[in-house]
C-alpha cells in the first residue's frame, strides 16, 4: 500500500505540476465562464429574447439602417406590406418596379432576399446564399395565404375574424408529468455522454503513452525492481482519474455555476444542456468515474504490450472500436430509455458509464437496478484492474515486436 501511496502521489504531481495542464483547464474554465456572463455586459436580447438595459438611446435612422432590408415585387396586387413588416419583425420591406429590379438588389446583396408574386398563390423566391436555417419563404408563404384569406373573405361579404376566431379556437391544456421529461431531460443526457466519452478517450491515451514511455527508455526496468506492477498500474491509472476528474470538474463546475447566476440573463434557452438535476450530476460521477478506471486499466495494459509509442494506436485500436460502438449506441438509445436494448446495456460495465445515468434521467428506474448495476461495474474493474495488472507484468520486460493481446492472455494463462 505504501508503494501505491508513492507511485500515486508522483503521477498526481505530474498531472497538476504540468503547466499546460493546469493552464488550458483554468483557460477552459474562464472560457466557458465568460461565456455566459456575456448577457450581462453585452445586449444579447435578439438572441435570448431577454431585454437588457442599455445606456443612451439610439436614433431612429440607426434603428433602420440596422434592419435587413427585403424586396418585393406585386405583380399580383395582393401584398399587405403593413402586414409583412408584423411578420418579418426588425426587417424593412421595399417595392421594387419590376422583376429585374428584385434580382439586381439581392444579387448586389443590396437586399437579403427578394420575392417576386406571380399570383395569389404563386411566387419566386431570391436569394443570394442560401443557409440551412432560412425560413423567409415558409413566413412569406403564410403571409400569402392571410392575404388570400383576406381577399376571399372580402369577395363573400365574411368578416374574416370571426372565421379565424372559428379556426383559431384556444385550447386550454395542463400537463402534469408525473416522472421524467425525456424530451427536455435529452439534450443535456447527450450532453454528458459525450463529456464521459471524451475523458476516457483522452486520458485513456495519455495512461497507454505514459507506460510505453517507461518501456522505451528503460524506466520501467528500474520501476519494477523497486515496487509491484500492481502499485505501478493501479497508481498509475487513480492519479488519471484524480486529474481527469479535477480538469473536468474545475471546467463544468464553473461553467454550470456561471449559467445558474446567469440563468435570468439567458431566459432559461441554455436550461436543456446546463440546468441539470443534482442526482443525474451524482449518477454521473459515479459511473463515469466508474467507466473511467474501468477502461483506464484496459488502456494501461494495452500500452504494456508494445516497446515504441508510434505503435500505441495500433495497440489501442481494438479498445477505441468497442469504445465508439459503445458510444454510438448510447447515443442512438437516448430516444427509447425504456426499452430492453439500453436497459440490457445499464447492466454491462463496458457500457453501464453512459447508460445508467441515461436511464436515471429520463426514464423509470428501480433503485436496486442502480445498485446492481453500479456493483456489477465496481467488481469488473477490480478485475479489469487485476487482468491489466498481470498484463503490464509479463510485457514489461518484452521488447521488439508489439505482443497480440490474444498470445498475452494465452501467456498468463500457461504461467497460471
Known sequence: MKKFGIVLRYELKEYLNNKVFMVLTLLLAALGAGALFLP?????????????????????????????????????????????????????????ADEDSVRSAVESQEAGAGFVVKGAAEYEYYVFNKTMTDNRPAVFEQALKLFYRMDYCAREGWDLEEVGRMYDVPVTATETVLNKDSGSNYWYCYFLVVIVFMLIVYYGQMIAVSITNEKSNRAIEVLVTSTSTNSLLFGKVIAGAIGGVFQMGVVMGAILLSYQVN????????????????????????????????????????GALVSKTEDVSKSVSGLMVVIMVVYFFSLLQLTNVDGSVIKVLSFLPVSSYSTMFARIAMGTVAV?????????????ILGTGI??????????????????????????????
Open 368 to 380: 436496486w437496478e442502480i445498485v446492481v448495476s453500479f456493483l456489477i461495474l465496481v467488481l469488473s
Open 40 to 96: 450581462r455586459f453585452v445586449d444579447m436580447s435578439g438572441f435570448t429574447g431577454v431585454e437588457t438595459v442599455q445606456g443612451g438611446s439610439e436614433g431612429k435612422d440607426e434603428a433602420e439602417e440596422d434592419q435587413e432590408l427585403l424586396v418585393y415585387l406585386d405583380q399580383a396586387g395582393v401584398v399587405r406590406q403593413e402586414i409583412l413588416e408584423e411578420m418579418f419583425p426588425d426587417t424593412r420591406w421595399r417595392a421594387e
Open 387 to 416: 487482468l491489466g495488472a498481470k498484463i503490464y507484468r509479463m510485457g514489461t520486460l518484452r521488447y521488439g515486436n508489439p505482443i497480440k493481446l490474444s498470445l498475452a492472455l494465452k501467456s498468463l494463462k500457461k504461467s497460471e
Open 263 to 302: 440563468r435570468e440573463q439567458w431566459g432559461g434557452m441554455l436550461d436543456m444542456f446546463l440546468h441539470i438535476p443534482a442526482e443525474v450530476l451524482l449518477a454521473f460521477a459515479f459511473f463515469g468515474l466508474g467507466g473511467y478506471l474501468f477502461y483506464g486499466f484496459l488502456y494501461g495494459a494495452m
